[in-house]
Each structure stands twice: as C-alpha cells, then as structure tokens.
C-alpha cells in the first residue's frame, strides 16, 4: 500500500498477529485481532491456543509455555468465535504479512476451515513507503511513530499494527 493507495483505501480493517510454538505454520499458540473502522480501533481480542505439538520452542522469544496453553481450546474451536470480528474488513493488517497469512492458512487448513477471503496488507512494506523507513522492524517502526510495544506480546504486536496502518492512513 503506497502512499498514492493509502489516499483511496478504505480504513476498516482488522490487525491480526500470531504467535507460534515451533517452526511449522499450524503452531499457533496465541493470536490477537484488533478491528479497526474509520481509524479508530474498536474491537479487540487475543486468545491463548493449544498447538497441535507439545514442544515450544519458542518460548524464550514469546514467553508462552507448554502448561499456558495445555487447556486452552484449539484453533478449530477458537476461530468460528474469532472471525466474526473480520465482518466489514477490507483487509488484514499484519507486520511482515506473509508469515501471520501463511499460518493463518495452515491453521485453517489443518483445522479443516476455510480462510477468509480478504487481502493482506504489510504494514513492513506501508512503513517503507509512507516514511521511507529503513529498518522496519515491528520495534524501529513503533519508535519512529512513537508507539509502545511489548514485542512478541501478540495483542501488543497486533495493536502497534493497526496504529501504523492508521497512521500511514492519515499521512496521505
């Protein structure tokens, strides 16, 4: 999304940020959705997931452990209350877009659910061509907007999202 697009895109849409227990797609184990109407957010929501392995090995970047999520409800169960929130969406916002896409599809697919129609938009590729920012990591674009961030805290990770989004929108 350019700086010309962003003057003609819509600005409902909904942020979206997993985090995942091992290196397969289908490992999510905490997602967060933050929806976003006019450039004012107003819905959120952030769940916990039991992945489909035991082992997380990604524990040291996210903190979430094995016992957090061993009752937690699986993506095939959370993801029919979750999508509701999509409902009037022009597009998922996601830093580096191609990773949350990739394991939203593997989620759904190994869950045996459809994944939602609507596009992508990388706020990594908006913060680079709103500002010409250079890095764009999830940490260099919220200091440069001024936005605090728990990084690899999901609902943190999705909200610091929408803000650039939003903020590139009113840029233009």
């Given at each position: ?16 940020d ?17 929806k976003v ?92 061509n ?27 990770d ?5 803000k650039i ?8």
């Amino acid at each position: 999304m350019s700086k010309a697009k962003s003057e003609t895109t819509p600005n409902n849409f909904v942020a979206i940020d997993f985090e995942t227990a091992d290196r397969y797609r289908d490992s999510a184990c905490a997602v967060a959705l933050v929806k976003v109407e006019n450039n004012q957010i107003v819905q959120t929501d952030y769940r916990l997931i039991r992945p489909p392995r035991k082992k997380i090995l990604f524990t040291y970047i996210h903190g979430i452990t094995w016992p957090q999520v061993a009752d937690e409800p699986v993506f095939a169960e959370i993801w029919p209350e979750l999508s509701p929130l999509l409902e009037g969406a022009d597009y998922l916002a996601a830093h580096n877009a191609s990773f949350d896409k990739s394991v939203l599809k593997a989620c759904c697919r190994s869950a045996d659910l459809a994944p939602p129609d609507i596009p992508f938009e990388c706020t990594v590729k908006l913060a680079r061509n709103t500002w010409n920012l250079y890095p764009t990591k999830l940490p260099d674009v919220c200091d440069f907007l001024g936005i605090p961030l728990n990084h690899h805290d999901a609902m943190s990770d999705a909200l610091a999202c929408a803000k650039i989004a939003i903020a590139a929108n009113q840029t233009s």
